[in-house]
T-cell receptor, first 115, second 114 residues
Framework: DTEVTQTPKHLVMGMTNKKSLKCEQH?????MYWYKQKAKKPPELMFV???????INESVPSRFSPECPNSSLLNLHLHALQPEDSALYLC??????????????FGPGTRLTVL | AQSVAQPEDQVNVAEGNPLTVKCTYSVSGNPYLFWYVQYPNRGLQFLLKYITGDNLVKGSYGFEAEFNKSQTSFHLKKPSALVSDSALYFCAGHPSTGGFKTIFGAGTRLFVKA
């Protein structure tokens, strides 16, 4: 299985809602990433987990809360978002930390709209 | 500061003609370099990478890229473009010194006309 899956594909939420994005991979990758991508722009790194521990937080607002329950799953909990948070949220994974120069495998993304 | 530059917002080419999408980098050490492609409303797909060794790297779907250290470039090429190659292409770099952060270029939209 060489796939990263993300659910849901689309999400519309109000500014007071709480929702979660889910990501799953079964490639044995031990690094997992959340990116935010605006239209026609490159992905912006938000968080990196390495061996289920948070390794990088790119100064992301606390209304975004990541969670890595196990080596295959990555969640992004959303609360009190703003309209400017509307974007495509991409999950990615890559092989174990000790092997450098490895490409990332991206999921199809969740298209988030905040009203 | 480390960076990856894609000087062209859009590249237009006729089907059957060769295509080139340009990328230059400023990444410390001996960088690892990548090309990704993104189709509308999809995630990024890996095309090819340069780690070390032969400067000409071959990848998926007939794409190749040439690493040029003196010009700090890593241009993506294909001998004969297809309409289905039309997409958004990202060049990316990663320092060989480690870490998780990949530096993405701004992206180049490739439009192949039938």
């Amino acid at each position: 299985d060489t796939e990263v899956t993300q659910t849901p594909k689309h999400l519309v939420m109000g500014m007071t809602n709480k929702k979660s994005l889910k990501c799953e991979q079964h490639m044995g990758h031990r690094a997992m990433y959340w990116y935010k991508q605006k239209a026609k722009k490159p992905p912006e790194l938000m968080f990196v987990y390495s061996y289920e521990k948070l390794s990088i937080n790119e100064s992301v607002p606390s209304r975004f809360s990541p969670e890595c329950p196990n080596s295959s799953l990555l969640n992004l909990h959303l609360h009190a978002l703003q309209p400017e948070d509307s974007a495509l949220y991409l999950c990615a994974s890559s092989p174990p930390v000790g092997r450098r120069g490895n490409e990332q495998f991206f999921g199809p993304g969740t298209r988030l709209t905040v009203l | 500061a480390q960076s990856v530059a894609q000087p062209e917002d859009q590249v237009n080419v006729a089907e059957g003609n060769p295509l080139t999408v340009k990328c230059t980098y400023s990444v410390s050490g001996n960088p690892y370099l990548f090309w990704y492609v993104q189709y509308p409303n999809r995630g990024l797909q890996f095309l090819l990478k340069y780690i070390t060794g032969d400067n000409l790297v071959k990848g998926s779907y007939g794409f190749e890229a040439e690493f040029n250290k003196s010009q700090t470039s890593f241009h993506l090429k294909k001998p004969s473009a297809l309409v289905s190659d039309s997409a958004l292409y990202f060049c990316a770099g990663h320092p060989s010194t480690g870490g998780f952060k990949t530096i993405f270029g701004a992206g180049t939209r490739l439009f192949v006309k039938a």
